[in-house]
C-alpha cells in the first residue's frame, strides 16, 4: 500500500469510523480495490468485510453498486452509514415510487448504492446506470456464496451478473474500467471456481482465509423424539439465560409452531420468515438488533450481515440442508471474539425419529421437480432470445436460462438477451456435495472443525488435529441431558 492510499485510509477511519488500526488483511483488500483490480475475497464472519469495500466507495469519486440479497441486510448497512454522515442509499422495490425517482435523479450524488440482483436489472434503474453522466466505480457482489448456493434454482437472476461489465463497456466505450469483487464468509474451492466464472473475474486478487473460530464451540445433539427435541432446546436456553442468539427452524411453519410453544412457555420471542409483512420483519429486525428480544426463531436468512456483535449462541432446531448453510449461520455468533455457543439438534441415526431424514427427503423431490420442470421447458426455447419477451409467454423462463448457463450450453450476450447451444439429451440433476457433507458432518465421529476445515479447502496440520472446540474433543456439559 502506498503512503498516499495509507494516509487516506487511516484519516477516513478515525472520521468516520473512529477505528485507528487496520485488521489483518483489510489494508490489502483496500488496496486492490483502490487500484481497480477485481477480487475475491472470503473472510470469516465478523472479519470487517464490510468496511473493505465501503472504505475505498468512500474514497473514489463516482459510484459503487453494491449487490445484497436481503432489504435487512441493505438497510442495516445503510442506516450505518447515514449515521456517519456517509452518501447512501437502498433501491428496492419495497420502496414508494417517489422515493426511487428520488434516488435516481441524485444517483451521481452517491457514494455507494445499495440493490439486490434484481432491482439491479430494473429497466429503469439500467438506464441509469448506463447513462455517460453516471461514473461507476466498482461492483460488489456482498454474501456472495448466495450466487453458488441460490442462482441456478432461488435466485436465477444471479447468473446474470457477468453480463454487468461488459454491457456497460458498450454503452461507456471511453469510463474508467469497472472493478468487480465478491465478499463472503464461506466458499470452497469449487465456490470460488464458480464465482469466478461467473462473474468473469479478470486476473482477481484472491484473499482467501479460514473459517476457524476458536471463540466458538460447535456441538450436535441426537434426538429420538419431537417431545425430547424440544426438551433438549428448553435446556440449551435455561443454559443461555439471558443472552441473544438465534434459533433456526427450516419452514415458515416450523417457525410460527415453535414460536408459539416457547412463548407459552414464557419466553420472549416471535417468528421471522419471508411470509411476514415487511414492516414487521423491519420491526422483529430492529427489537432484535436493540436487544429487545433475546431471540428470534427464524428461517436461515435471518442475521446475514447485520452487525450484532453480543449473539452469544446459535442453536439448529432443524439441521440446514447445506454445510455451507451451517457455518454461515454459526457464524453469527460471537463476531465480538467472546466465547459463544452453536447447537444443532438432529434425528437420531437409528431410526427412532425420521423428522429430519422426511425433510431432506422431501426437499430433495422438490429440487428434482423443479428441475425436470425447467428442462422440460427448454425444447419450447429459441436458440436465441429476449428475456423480457420470453418471460410474458414463460413466466418461469429465467429459472430454465439459469440451469442451461450452469451446464455451459448457453451464453448470456448482455443482461437481457442470450444465445445457447442446442441440448442433445436432459443431464440428470446435479447433485449436491454440499447436501451429502451437511449430512456426513452431523453424525461425525471426530473433530467437528477439522472436518468443517478440510471440507472448505483448508487442509489441518495433522490427521490427529483436535481443535479443543466441539463435543467431540472437549465434551463440555451436556446440552441437555435425558429426562
Known amino acids: 500500500m502506498s503512503d498516499t492510499h495509507l494516509a487516506a485510509i487511516q484519516a477516513a477511519m478515525r472520521q468516520y469510523w473512529g477505528y485507528s488500526e487496520l485488521r489483518s488483511p483489510q489494508a490489502e483488500v483496500m488496496t486492490a480495490l483502490l487500484q481497480r483490480r477485481d477480487a475475491l475475497i472470503v473472510l470469516p464472519t465478523g472479519?470487517?468485510?464490510?468496511?473493505?469495500?465501503?472504505l475505498p466507495a468512500l474514497l473514489q469519486g463516482g459510484l459503487t453498486l453494491v449487490i445484497s440479497p436481503l432489504l435487512a441486510l441493505m438497510e442495516n448497512q445503510v442506516g450505518e452509514l447515514r449515521q456517519r454522515g456517509l452518501a447512501a442509499?437502498?433501491?428496492?422495490?419495497?420502496?414508494?415510487?417517489?422515493?426511487?425517482?428520488?434516488?435516481?435523479?441524485?444517483?451521481?450524488?452517491?457514494?455507494?448504492?445499495?440493490?439486490?440482483?434484481?432491482?439491479?436489472?430494473?429497466?429503469?434503474?439500467w438506464q441509469h446506470l448506463c447513462s455517460p453522466q453516471v461514473c461507476l466505480n466498482g461492483l460488489i457482489v456482498d454474501e456472495a456464496?448466495?450466487?453458488?448456493?441460490?442462482?441456478?434454482?432461488?435466485?436465477?437472476?444471479?447468473?446474470?451478473?457477468?453480463?454487468?461489465?461488459?454491457?456497460?463497456?458498450?454503452?461507456k466505450p471511453h469510463h474508467p474500467r469497472l472493478a468487480i469483487a465478491a465478499f463472503t464468509a464461506t466458499a470452497d474451492p469449487n465456490a470460488q471456481r464458480i464465482?469466478?466464472?461467473?462473474?468473469?473475474?479478470?486476473?482477481?486478487?484472491?484473499?482467501?482465509?479460514?473459517?476457524?473460530?476458536a471463540n466458538l464451540y460447535?456441538?450436535?445433539?441426537?434426538?429420538?423424539?419431537?417431545?425430547?427435541?424440544?426438551?433438549?432446546?428448553?435446556?440449551?436456553?435455561?443454559?443461555?439465560?439471558?443472552?441473544?442468539?438465534?434459533?433456526?427452524?427450516?419452514?415458515?411453519?416450523?417457525?410460527?409452531t415453535l414460536a408459539s410453544w416457547l412463548q407459552e412457555q414464557g419466553y420472549r420471542t416471535t417468528a421471522y420468515h419471508g411470509g411476514l409483512p415487511a414492516a414487521q420483519r423491519r420491526q422483529i429486525e430492529t427489537d432484535w438488533l436493540q436487544d429487545k428480544l433475546p431471540f428470534v426463531v427464524c428461517t436461515n436468512a435471518f442475521g446475514m450481515g447485520v452487525n450484532k456483535p453480543n449473539v452469544r449462541w446459535i442453536c439448529h432446531y432443524q439441521p440446514p440442508l447445506q454445510?455451507?448453510?451451517?457455518?454461515?449461520?454459526v457464524g453469527r455468533a460471537g463476531r465480538d471474539g467472546q466465547s459463544a455457543r452453536a447447537l444443532a439438534l438432529v434425528s437420531d441415526r437409528w431410526g427412532l425419529d425420521r423428522e429430519d431424514q422426511q425433510r431432506w427427503q422431501f426437499f430433495q423431490r422438490h429440487s428434482e421437480e423443479t428441475y425436470n420442470r425447467a428442462m422440460a421447458l427448454q425444447t419450447h426455447l429459441p436458440l436465441n432470445g429476449n428475456l423480457q419477451q420470453l418471460r410474458q409467454r414463460f413466466p418461469e423462463?429465467?429459472?430454465?436460462?439459469?440451469?442451461?448457463?450452469?451446464?455451459?450450453?448457453?451464453?448470456?450476450?448482455?443482461?437481457?438477451?442470450?444465445?445457447?447451444?442446442?441440448?442433445v439429451s436432459v443431464p440428470p440433476v446435479p447433485q449436491n456435495t454440499q447436501e451429502s457433507l451437511m449430512q456426513q458432518f452431523l453424525y461425525h465421529r471426530e473433530c467437528r472443525w477439522q472436518f468443517l476445515l478440510q471440507a472448505f479447502g483448508f487442509p489441518t496440520e495433522t490427521a490427529e488435529w483436535r481443535c479443543g472446540h466441539c463435543d467431540r474433543c472437549e465434551p463440555l456439559t451436556k446440552a441437555c441431558q435425558p429426562p
Request: hydrophobic share 35%; charged share 20%.
Open 195 to 213: 464465482l469466478i466464472e461467473v462473474l468473469g473475474l479478470e486476473q482477481p486478487v484472491q484473499i482467501i482465509h479460514s473459517p476457524y473460530r
Open 323 to 329: 454445510l455451507s448453510e451451517y457455518l454461515q449461520e
Open 397 to 423: 423462463v429465467e429459472l430454465t436460462l439459469a440451469l442451461l448457463h450452469q451446464q455451459g450450453v448457453l451464453h448470456w450476450q448482455d443482461p437481457f438477451h442470450y444465445s445457447r447451444q442446442p441440448l
Open 89 to 125: 442509499a437502498a433501491y428496492h422495490s419495497e420502496l414508494p415510487s417517489s422515493q426511487r425517482r428520488q434516488i435516481l435523479s441524485h444517483l451521481r450524488d452517491y457514494r455507494l448504492l445499495y440493490l439486490s440482483p434484481e432491482s439491479l436489472f430494473s429497466s429503469l434503474l
Open 145 to 171: 456464496h448466495c450466487l453458488v448456493q441460490w442462482g441456478d434454482r432461488f435466485r436465477p437472476v444471479y447468473r446474470r451478473l457477468g453480463t454487468v461489465r461488459p454491457a456497460l463497456r458498450q454503452f
Open 218 to 256: 460447535l456441538s450436535v445433539r441426537p434426538v429420538w423424539s419431537r417431545g425430547y427435541r424440544r426438551h433438549c432446546l428448553r435446556q440449551f436456553l435455561k443454559q443461555q439465560g439471558k443472552t441473544s442468539g438465534l434459533i433456526y427452524a427450516r419452514t415458515r411453519r416450523d417457525c410460527e
Open 47 to 54: 472479519a470487517g468485510k464490510s468496511l473493505c469495500f465501503q
